[in-house]
């Protein structure tokens, strides 16, 4: 996966609050391949769900920092 080919979609994607669990739709449209499978308001949760997935390089949680900076793990 390219960073910044998502750029953009990671950005639309990343919650004000909390953290989005999201996913990679690798035959959806190019500019539509992120989608968010959950919100949680806690980062170890996001982090769990995503370790409890069967491919777990699909997957990535998107936040923001204190300083509005845009975080993916």
Partial sequence: M???KF???K???TPE???NLVGI???GDTENQLY???HFDMYQDALNAKKDRKNQEEYFVLYKDQNNGFFCR
């Fill in 25 to 27: 739709d690798y035959f």
């Fill in 2 to 4: 390219s960073d910044n």
């Fill in 17 to 19: 609050t909390g953290f």
């Fill in 36 to 38: 968010v499978i959950e």
């Fill in 11 to 13: 950005k639309n994607l």
């Fill in 7 to 9: 750029e953009e979609e």
